[in-house]
């Protein structure tokens, strides 16, 4: 298990790449719509979701498919890839992910917290010109260790920096910071979840993650 000094360590360098930076959900990829603890899930999970909004000026809407594979009590990692739209063009972005729990955090014992960090790329044509995305998402993870309902329902929220690049012919890049959140409520073997973000635009999701084993 990684001692507190480490994980003290961690969350200080998690939280300086916050603060030099320019500070939705990942972009290009589904709303975080979970707990900030691995604990709460089975250790394979997998999901279908959707998401909608504006990506760079233009509209985007995301269909996609998640995996989450829990390496240790405290680190997941996750994978996903996608049907979608940018603005008249088609593309399957993907992207590969990893989620570190805080488990020894001592900000606050009513929350969970974990560092999130994502990347995602993708190809999009139309006309037979192409355009290439990639987006970095560096996240910190909030949820409440006690749920709102009887029923399980529970709220989680994200913030953090991103780092989009669009090349098509010339390159550009934009770096922002995002806000977001939303609430998870388990259902049979798994959980639905509905998610708003903010990364200089919105964006709306929801989803069902399937608990595998």
Do not use: C
Not at 185 to 191: F, M, Q, R, V
């Amino acid at each position: 298990m990684i001692s507190f000094k480490t994980q003290s360590l961690l969350t200080l360098v998690f939280a300086a790449s916050l603060m030099v930076s320019n500070v939705q959900a990942e972009f290009m990829g589904l709303p975080s719509g979970r707990s900030a603890s691995p604990a709460n899930m089975s250790d394979l999970t997998v999901e279908l979701g959707f998401m909608t909004g504006d990506l760079a000026d233009n509209d985007f809407q995301n269909i996609g498919a998640r995996v989450n594979f829990r390496l240790s009590p405290e680190v997941v990692l996750i994978g996903d890839i996608g049907v979608s739209e940018f603005g008249n063009r088609d593309g399957n972005p993907v992207g590969l992910g990893l989620l570190y729990f805080l488990s020894r955090q001592r900000i606050s014992d009513k929350l969970d917290i974990a560092a999130k960090a994502s990347y995602h790329t993708g190809e999009y044509s139309v006309g037979g010109t192409d355009t290439d995305l990639s987006g970095l998402s560096l996240e910190a993870l909030l949820s409440g260790k006690n749920p709102l309902a009887d029923s399980g329902l529970g709220w989680y929220a994200n913030f953090g920096y991103h780092l989009l690049r669009v090349k098509s012919g010339s390159s550009d890049s934009s770096n922002e910071i995002g806000i977001g959140g939303g609430l998870v409520l388990p259902i049979a073997a798994g959980e639905a979840y509905v998610g708003v973000d903010l990364i200089d635009e919105v964006t709306f999701g929801l989803g069902f993650r399937y608990f595998v084993q």
